[in-house]
């Protein structure tokens, strides 16, 4: 591999979309990690003054998920949590979707759709051609502030007001086990955790704490986000009981989905890392693999959870015609 076969394209928040080529030279650290942390790829990268055509690599793809199959999981996995086993765990699968338009077309059309988000396309021959439209702040670390969005629950945005106490419980244990985390750190100080409140993400209104921290001492940033990823937002909890469940009923590999991504850079307490949902891979050249889940407790119900991955689906699927 050499640099000129990786490119991203990359905005924050109501930024302006930006481009990137591989720079092993440049300080500035993109980093591109998959759900199980085995695959992580860190290289530097340098801003390209114009869009570049961004490569199609496809990865083979897995067999698709059906309703009635996802059902059926999504009821195994209700009727544990009902025995006690645990307290959550995310379920997810993926969906093939026929697209026309190159990279830089879809990644284009997320940036229009989705001012809100964190928008992105990655083209590397060893992961494939991902983009999405991310709303969910891993950890953030500037000026010695370190912020990480908890987020859980799912409604359409006009149905925002109608959160039950079933998403309320499922979204304060992603709060609890974040503070849990950041009050054991050795270096950091004055963990906060803000009231909870409605954060919109394109379509789709999520129940938010914003959760915050100093940072006193720098400590390995590595370590933390080991211990943060994956949060029970993506995984589950107990983390150690989720994963494993996951790893044994879940009925295909997840690959970069739920993994993360973002910045840092070399000699500077800088960091910004985004969670990769609201994402799909190309899988044949005008082929998309989306990938969508939610959470799961013993208050689920199958359909209704069915119905959330339908919801999540149009996030990428607006912009594929």
């Given amino acids: 591999m050499t ?3 990786v490119f991203l394209a990359y905005r924050g928040p109501k930024e302006p979309l930006r481009f990137y080529q591989a720079d092993s030279k440049s300080p500035k650290r993109f980093h591109f990690v998959d759900f199980n942390s085995q695959q992580k790829i860190e290289l ?3 801003e390209l003054e114009k869009a570049p055509e961004l490569p199609t690599y496809c ?3 897995q067999a698709e998920i059906g309703k009635a199959q996802q059902i059926e999981l999504l009821n195994k996995c209700i009727a544990d949590l009902k025995k006690g086993a645990g307290n959550k765990v995310v379920l997810s699968r993926f969906q093939l979707s026929p697209s026309f338009k190159k990279p830089l077309e879809l990644v284009q059309a997320l940036d229009r759709q989705y001012p809100d988000a964190t928008v992105y396309c990655f083209a590397h021959p060893e992961t494939g051609t991902w983009l999405g439209a991310s709303p969910e702040n891993l ?5 010695g502030r370190i912020e990480i969005d908890s987020l859980a629950g799912t409604r359409k945005w006009e149905e925002r007001h109608t959160f039950k106490d079933k998403e309320r419980r499922e979204q304060e244990i992603v709060s609890t086990e974040i503070v849990n985390i950041l009050e054991q750190q050795s270096g950091l100080s004055a963990v906060k955790r803000e009231a909870s409140g409605i954060k919109r993400a394109g379509n789709l209104a999520h129940i938010h704490t914003l959760i915050s921290a100093q940072l006193d001492k720098w400590e390995n940033l590595e370590s933390l986000l080991g211990q943060l990823h994956p949060t029970p937002a993506v995984g589950g909890q107990p983390k150690a009981w989720a994963l494993k469940w996951l790893q044994e009923h879940e009925k295909y590999q997840r ?3 739920c ?3 973002g910045w840092s850079e070399a000699d500077s307490n800088f960091a910004q890392f985004w969670v990769n949902l609201r994402c799909a891979e190309f899988v044949k050249a005008n082929t998309l693999a989306l990938y969508l ?3 799961i407790t ?3 119900n199958a359909q209704d959870e069915w119905e959330e991955t339908l919801a999540k689906a149009q996030t990428i699927l607006k912009v594929l015609d």
């Fill in 3 to 5: 640099d000129n076969e």
């Fill in 44 to 46: 530097g990268m340098r």
């Fill in 59 to 61: 990865k083979e793809t």
């Fill in 139 to 143: 950890l953030s670390l500037k000026d």
């Fill in 255 to 257: 690959r970069f989905y």
């Fill in 259 to 261: 993994g993360y991504f």
């Fill in 293 to 295: 889940g939610g959470g």
């Fill in 298 to 300: 013993a208050e689920s």
